[in-house]
């Protein structure tokens, strides 16, 4: 499941772990078609030779296992893929603007800035989603030959580009996630089952940033761990770290809660398995729901020792599986994975996040819309007539009477004259402003 090198260490990287960030992109605009016409020596009545505008850039986000963060995309903000070049005469197209494509890591989620809506979920390498295609170049004169108009002095100008305001988030890829509160051991336990080298020491919040570890079990399957900074009670709140980090054990299927066994306060036994438990809930009730697994480390100390039978027998007596362990010594560590390998061989796959490609055979969309927007102020929308208005030349007559045909095909016209509006209300479609009397 995850493609990631054994013992890679995000936290390690000379680059700053970013996991969130919001940005612009936009396609390319399509290039303008061109009014000409043949004037070679010999070829008489040569006729019209325009040609048509180049298709704008696409914007284009691919996923690759050869980045771990967004760190790179917090510089720039605003991402614009290339416009098509505008037609030529004697019938030459325009050459097409490049694509755009963007890197980012597997596990990159794509929202819309403004409805919050989940655009794509780039969860396996070499993913490719198209977030904003290029605008069509716009016809030549060459184009709009007909039987009555034998030279047409008409262009189209070419689409323009679609502009997004777009937030990136990066939930890792693990198999397995581990939480406990801060010292609860668990950077030392990722360096005991992997390579992967999370920094160890004797003060709380020693780890700062997610760590991924390939874990390697003789003879059996290997496995992606996933350590997150560790949780203390308030998390929800924004106390220590707070629970900035726990979408990336979102896509798990398994959790380790680790358990300084030697902490443990005698009056209520399973009072730091509770405390974690419960951020969990805070944070997300299906994170809460995920089946955990109960390790109680630092067994090599004594005081681990004499406390671990009550705390198990409380545990359990709740369904609740415990292993004992010391990532310090191995000790227990075997046993742990081989139950780890085959809960996830019985465990399904984790449910792919909502939203994911959703593909759909046919979809109607509304030509346009007519809203009432204030006294003598009218406002269409719609991405058909909207991309008719920022086509047509309204320098052209020619242009303007084919405008107003389109229009009448679908229906706006008629739709028009039905409304109750004066001669001099403002009708609004994208940037342009239209008096009603212009319609007609």
Partial sequence: MCGLLAGFVLQSQPMKFVDEVTIQVSSGSGGNGVVAFRREKFVPMGGPSGGDGGRGGSL????????????????????????????????MIGISGKDLVIKVPVGTLIYDQESGQLLCDLDHKGQQVVLARGGRGGFGNARFVSAVRRTPRIAEKGEPGKSLNIRLELKLLADVG???????????????VSNARPKVADYPFTTLNPVLGIVKPEGLPSFCMADIPGLIE???????????????????????????????????ITSNYDVIMSELREFSHELA???????????DLPDSRELFPEFKEALEARGIKVFAV??????????????VCQQLHELREP????????????????????????????????PEIERLVAMTDFTSDEAIAIFRHKLKKIGFIDELAGLDAEEDEVFTIGEMEFTYREFF
């Fill in 178 to 192: 581990l939480v406990g509160l801060p010292n609860a051991g668990k950077s030392t336990f990722l360096r005991s």
């Fill in 289 to 299: 729901e995920k089946n955990v697994v109960v390790v109680a480390n630092k067994m």
């Fill in 234 to 268: 308030g998390a929800h709140d924004g106390a220590g770290l707070g629970t900035q980090f726990l979408r990336h054990i979102e896509r798990t299927r398994l959790l380790l809660h680790l358990v300084d066994v030697s902490q443990l306060d005698m009056e209520n």
């Fill in 351 to 382: 449910v792919q996040i909502a939203g994911n490609e959703s593909e759909k055979l046919y979809e109607f969309i509304e030509a346009y819309h007519i809203e009432h927007v204030s006294e003598g102020q009218w406002l269409v929308t719609g």
């Fill in 60 to 91: 284009i986000f691919e996923a690759t296992d050869d980045l771990t963060t967004l760190y790179e995309l917090s510089f720039v903000r605003k991402y614009v893929a290339a416009n098509g070049d505008h037609g030529q005469p004697r019938d």
């Fill in 326 to 339: 010391s990532g310090a010594t191995h000790e227990g560590i075997d046993e742990l994975l081989k139950y």
